[in-house]
């Protein structure tokens, strides 16, 4: 004996049709851009021409590493990335006796997702001293917020009549606006 509810063969097909259209279309799915990512940072950079020059110009160098765990515009972040970057710094620790400044630039990251492609976002973002060394970091790329925190070290003392060597160590953060 038989039990339950009887579904007639109009019930049956019009289901079917609906999930064949959802599934070729995506009409029932919203386009969603999820971004909640974040990047460990270790990149080396120059500060160049030189710290008595305002506004200085700064740029990331090759190497370093950069790992990112997270979602970036609905794709699932799968590690390694590289990240570029450039701006200025608009005060000078020549002048202001110590290493606090203040700058802004533009930075470009390309990450590995899954399963085998990539995603390469870019925006601008500014710096603040945030004490103890560490600067805060504020921006918007690819519609997304960025923040985050870095610290800026020399590889030597800084001079003021020279390139300045050194690396940016830290946290970048992006959530959805």
């Known amino acids: ?27 029932a799915r919203p386009a969603l851009a999820v971004t909640d990512a974040t990047c460990t940072v270790r990149k080396p950079l120059t ?17 370093g590493t950069v790992v990112c765990i997270g979602v970036i515009n609905d794709q699932v972040l799968a590690g390694a990335a590289d990240l570029t970057f450039n701006g200025v710094l608009f005060t000078s620790p ?31 973002f500014a710096f603040t001293p945030a004490g103890g060394g560490a600067y805060a970091l504020v921006g918007s790329i690819s519609g997304s917020v960025l923040g985050g925190s870095v610290i800026f070290s020399a ?23």
């Open 1 to 27: 004996m038989r039990t339950g509810a009887r579904v007639s063969w109009f019930g049956r097909s019009t289901v079917l049709v609906l999930a064949a259209l959802t599934l070729v279309t995506g009409w």
């Open 47 to 63: 500060v160049k021409p030189a710290f008595f020059v305002i506004p200085t110009r700064f740029q990331s160098e090759a190497g």
């Open 94 to 124: 020549c002048r202001s006796g110590g290493i606090d400044f203040t700058g802004a630039g533009v930075l470009t990251l390309t990450a590995q997702t899954l399963p085998f492609g990539s995603i390469t976002v870019s925006g601008g």
């Open 155 to 177: 590889q030597s003392p800084p001079t003021c009549d020279a390139n300045w060597p050194g690396t940016v160590t830290g946290e970048l953060v992006l959530a959805d606006a």
